[in-house]
């Protein structure tokens, strides 16, 4: 059995999940081809995508093309939700990414595709709508050339688009082969000096397409309508023969990725795996990420558009996992897979709103639930400040802010409001500071020697703990104890931001040795413990980092603004008042476009000004670039949630009342 895990990528509207009934009606999984706009949709199950019309959540289902089982995952197109496309791309074979032939190629698009090329997932491209009004195929192709990749090869042209009755054909051997000669030849010598003799056979030529295609250096082009079913025919077989299947050990060691956790009707965890090598079993334990243990007791697989329950889950397969309390998305089942290009393929959220409950007595009640929606999604940070009694919450933008709404009162019962979004920001050392606490001296109140040196860092580099000190000068369990508290009072620097791009080193470290009494047995107080170090270690740190000096840095989003030339006048005015930055203006034919840098926290507000501005004609791509020094008076100190370490008499009467509680 041959198993392909395909993801269905785009930008929002593109029609990826109208795509994927297509594929399912076609296949014969499903009778009747469900609609967006109704709400009847296979893989928009909650509540919320069927009013809203849009994809929150990625969705599995199976179907059948000849002998290949193909589990296909429906994802989020709006950008707000690209966490939810960064978990699912690990566990991909290959992707079909949809570009709408009427809207064409956006800013999203740009971005699902650089991360494609970036982790060499094998892409085809489908140019869908060709029947809508305003279809314009052939500029979309060129614009894809431009703005996407030139490797492209289209596999057929449209006739009559724009019109219901728009259809797709495949170009025969003798007109398909002139659109692959080019791209092929870039990336094969041999067949290009086999061209030049004019040696190349056809068959040659497709099976080059076949390799290339699975290595990701060239990305074939199909047109067609899932509304209509145009084109879906010729995509079908383009599935089958260009994408890899899914590389499987079925005896090898277990080796599985959970790339999403659901709660059950009955509030229990579901964990979605997939399979990289190895069987697994019900009643099998597993060792899940963070050290935790759990129990599989019971498994589903994906099938001709259901999920059925089996007694194992085998290599190259999506499973559900029931049973495992602990897990958490990102969790490792078995042995470790190498990621193909690190941990992160999309920017980290960079905006945070404070979320409050309309009724103060479900403060208790919404952080539970708050709790829950971060088991889906990690990224939204759930910070907690017991001063306030307030709970901030990590964004992608204001439609994520909505959805988190109304999820809450739809799924929990718990109307909520939201303070205005503000810019989730980062600290970075000016300089090099350094303190140290000696056990038993002066003012120290913990049986412990603790000394701290903070040292700026290359840009991109985050932290890194050293020691200057012996490891067998102490128990381990205090080195352990000091770098583990560092990391954890760095998420909150001078100014309240997390601290980034630094090394901290260890220059000093003692402890008292564990003392007894006859008779008696261990004495706590003449003895040093971790509580000592984890203790201390706060206050040492923020010394060091208060002699350092520290820095705030906004997020920044890079900008492409291209607008009728005519607007510029009116344009430029308003970019200077969001403190966009361009960097770089030209024209293209009538339109002007301008590259720059713009605040992220500005973004939305330009977004909504641009349509007025440019007569609706406006386009505006913005992606995260880099983090930079936030001008005087525009980002405030961020409240603090921790006992406060920059005030040694605050924070030791914070440790006394906590220990004491």
């Given amino acids: 059995m041959h198993m392909l895990n395909l993801g269905i990528l785009a930008h929002v509207d593109a029609g990826k999940t109208s795509l994927t009934e297509r594929l399912l009606y076609t296949a014969g999984v499903i009778d009747e081809i469900g609609s967006v706009d109704d709400g009847s949709t296979r893989t928009d199950s909650l509540a919320l995508e069927r009013q809203r019309g849009i994809t929150i959540k990625s969705a599995v289902v199976s179907f059948a093309i000849d002998d290949l089982t193909v589990n296909l995952i429906d994802t989020p197109g709006h950008p707000d939700f690209i966490a939810e496309v960064e978990?699912?791309?690990?566990?991909?074979?290959?992707?079909?990414?949809?570009?709408?032939?009427?809207?064409?190629?956006?800013?999203?698009?740009?971005?699902?595709?650089?991360?494609?090329?970036?982790?060499?997932?094998?892409?085809?491209?489908?140019?869908?709508?060709?029947?809508?009004?305003?279809?314009?195929?052939?500029?979309?192709?060129?614009?894809?050339?431009?703005?996407?990749?030139?490797?492209?090869?289209?596999?057929?042209?449209?006739?009559?688009?724009?019109?219901?009755?728009?259809?797709?054909?495949?170009?025969?051997?003798?007109?398909?082969?002139?659109?692959?000669?080019?791209?092929?030849?870039?990336?094969?010598?041999?067949?290009?000096?086999?061209?030049?003799?004019?040696?190349?056979?056809?068959?040659?030529?497709?099976?080059?397409?076949?390799?290339?295609?699975?290595?990701?250096?060239?990305?074939?082009?199909?047109?067609?309508?899932?509304?209509?079913?145009?084109?879906?025919?010729?995509?079908?077989?383009?599935?089958?023969?260009?994408?890899?299947?899914?590389?499987?050990?079925?005896?090898?060691?277990?080796?599985?990725?959970?790339?999403?956790?659901?709660?059950?009707?009955?509030?229990?965890?579901?964990?979605?795996?997939?399979?990289?090598?190895?069987?697994?079993?019900?009643?099998?334990?597993?060792?899940?990420?963070?050290?935790?243990?759990?129990?599989?007791?019971?498994?589903?697989?994906?099938?001709?558009?259901?999920?059925?329950?089996?007694?194992?889950?085998?290599?190259?397969?999506?499973g559900k996992?029931?049973?495992?309390?602990?897990?958490?998305?990102?969790?490792?089942?078995?042995?470790?897979?190498?990621?193909?290009?690190?941990?992160?393929?999309?920017a980290p959220p960079t905006l945070e709103t404070v979320v409050s409950p309309s009724s103060p007595t479900r403060k208790g009640a919404l952080h539970l639930a708050l709790t829950q929606l971060a088991e889906q999604d990690p990224l939204i940070d759930l910070r907690q400040d017991d001063v306030r009694g307030e709970i901030s919450v990590s964004l992608y933008g204001e439609v994520q802010k909505e959805v988190i709404q109304a999820t809450l009162a739809d799924e929990f019962g718990i109307d909520v409001v939201f303070r205005e979004t503000t810019p989730l920001c980062v600290e970075r050392p000016v300089g090099s500071g350094a303190s140290v606490e000696f056990n038993k001296k002066d003012a120290n109140p913990f049986l412990a020697t603790v000394g701290l040196r903070v040292d700026p860092a290359p840009i991109g580099s985050g932290v890194e703990f050293r020691r200057e000190v012996e490891l067998g000068s102490m128990p381990y369990a205090f080195f352990k104890a000091v770098e583990d508290t560092v990391m954890e009072t760095l998420g909150q620097g001078m100014h309240g931001w997390q601290v980034t791009d630094c090394t901290v080193t260890m220059t000093h470290s003692g402890y008292s040795p564990?003392?007894?009494?006859?008779?008696?047995?261990?004495?706590?107080?003449?003895?040093?413990?971790?509580?000592?170090?984890?203790?201390?270690?706060?206050?040492?740190?923020?010394?060091?980092?208060?002699?350092?000096?520290?820095?705030?840095?906004?997020?920044?989003?890079?900008?492409?603004?291209?607008?009728?030339?005519?607007?510029?006048?009116?344009?430029?005015?308003?970019?200077?008042?969001?403190?966009?930055?361009?960097?770089?203006?030209?024209?293209?034919?009538?339109?002007?476009?301008?590259?720059?840098?713009?605040?992220?926290?500005?973004?939305?507000?330009?977004?909504?000004?641009?349509?007025?501005?440019?007569?609706?004609?406006?386009?505006?791509?913005?992606?995260?670039?880099?983090?930079?020094?936030?001008?005087?008076?525009?980002?405030?100190?961020?409240?603090?949630?921790?006992l406060n370490p920059l005030d040694r008499k605050e924070y030791l009467l914070n440790l006394t009342r906590r220990v004491g509680g």
């Fill in 87 to 318: 978990r699912v791309l690990g566990v991909l074979d290959g992707v079909v990414l949809v570009v709408s032939a009427v809207e064409g190629v956006q800013a999203q698009t740009r971005v699902l595709m650089r991360t494609l090329q970036r982790l060499r997932i094998p892409t085809l491209i489908f140019v869908n709508k060709i029947d809508r009004r305003g279809a314009r195929c052939d500029h979309v192709l060129e614009r894809i050339s431009e703005r996407l990749t030139p490797a492209i090869v289209p596999m057929g042209e449209v006739a009559e688009p724009g019109a219901r009755e728009a259809r797709f054909t495949a170009h025969p051997a003798a007109l398909l082969r002139p659109h692959l000669l080019d791209p092929l030849a870039e990336h094969d010598e041999e067949l290009l000096a086999a061209y030049v003799e004019d040696q190349v056979s056809y068959e040659r030529l497709r099976a080059a397409l076949v390799t290339q295609t699975g290595e990701a250096l060239v990305h074939p082009v199909f047109l067609g309508s899932a509304m209509t079913g145009a084109g879906i025919g010729e995509l079908m077989a383009g599935i089958r023969e260009l994408l890899p299947t899914a590389k499987a050990d079925a005896d090898g060691p277990v080796s599985a990725t959970v790339f999403k956790v659901e709660r059950g009707a009955a509030g229990e965890k579901i964990a979605y795996a997939r399979m990289f090598s190895g069987t697994l079993r019900t009643r099998d334990r597993l060792a899940l990420g963070g050290g935790d243990e759990g129990k599989v007791t019971a498994i589903s697989v994906f099938d001709q558009g259901s999920d059925v329950r089996e007694a194992c889950v085998t290599a190259g397969r999506i």
């Fill in 514 to 642: 564990r003392q007894s009494h006859a008779h008696q047995g261990f004495d706590k107080s003449m003895s040093s413990t971790g509580a000592d170090f984890r203790g201390l270690t706060p206050l040492v740190l923020m010394d060091a980092l208060r002699e350092a000096g520290s820095q705030v840095y906004e997020p920044m989003h890079h900008f492409r603004l291209e607008a009728p030339a005519d607007t510029l006048a009116a344009v430029l005015p308003v970019l200077a008042g969001q403190r966009a930055v361009p960097r770089t203006t030209r024209l293209h034919g009538s339109s002007c476009v301008l590259e720059g840098v713009l605040p992220v926290v500005r973004t939305h507000e330009l977004e909504q000004q641009l349509p007025g501005l440019t007569r609706g004609e406006g386009e505006l791509e913005c992606a995260f670039d880099h983090y930079a020094p936030a001008a005087h008076g525009t980002i405030t100190d961020r409240p603090r949630t921790d």
């Fill in 321 to 346: 996992l029931w049973g495992l309390g602990a897990v958490r998305i990102g969790d490792t089942i078995g042995v470790p897979r190498a990621s193909p290009a690190g941990g992160r393929h999309f």
